[in-house]
């Protein structure tokens, strides 16, 4: 049975860092893509970023560009999100993800995802 399970959220001051973690279980995830979502009150959930294990390569959304950074440990079976510079645009419920099937590279949309984490609270206070 697959699971993604993240933690790192919590309350943090505008301009402040955070770190998220998923953690997977019941799959080698060194063939997978891997994303982060997130989903703000009210609104639809939007792309984040993905990382592709094979070679590292990472795509992230024009709104956190240059501020967050996907990394993965291929050993711990986890993936991160670093989250640097926050705003108060970034308080949402954040969720992780593993690519539906071997070769997807950098999948952008939901239904490109097969399994999903419970999510992690991210609020960033003004």
């Known amino acids: 049975q697959v699971q993604l399970v993240e933690s790192g959220g919590g309350l943090v001051q505008a301009g402040g860092s955070l770190r998220l973690s998923c953690a997977v279980s019941?799959?080698?995830?060194?063939?997978?893509?891997m994303g982060w979502f997130r989903q703000a009150p009210g609104k639809e959930r939007e792309f984040v970023a993905a990382?592709?294990?094979?070679?590292?390569?990472?795509y992230y959304a024009d709104s956190v560009k240059g501020r967050f950074t996907v990394t993965g440990d291929n050993a711990k079976n986890t993936v991160y999100l670093q989250m640097n510079s926050l705003e108060t645009e970034d308080t949402a419920v954040y969720y992780c993800?593993?690519?539906?099937?071997?070769?997807?590279?950098?999948?952008?949309?939901?239904?490109?995802?097969?399994?999903w984490g419970q999510g992690t609270q991210v609020t960033v206070s003004s």
């Open positions: 993800a593993l690519g539906a099937r071997r070769g997807l590279v950098l999948p952008r949309t939901s239904r490109e995802y097969g399994y």
């Open positions: 019941g799959r080698t995830v060194s063939s997978y893509a």
């Open positions: 990382i592709s294990w094979s070679g590292g390569v990472t």
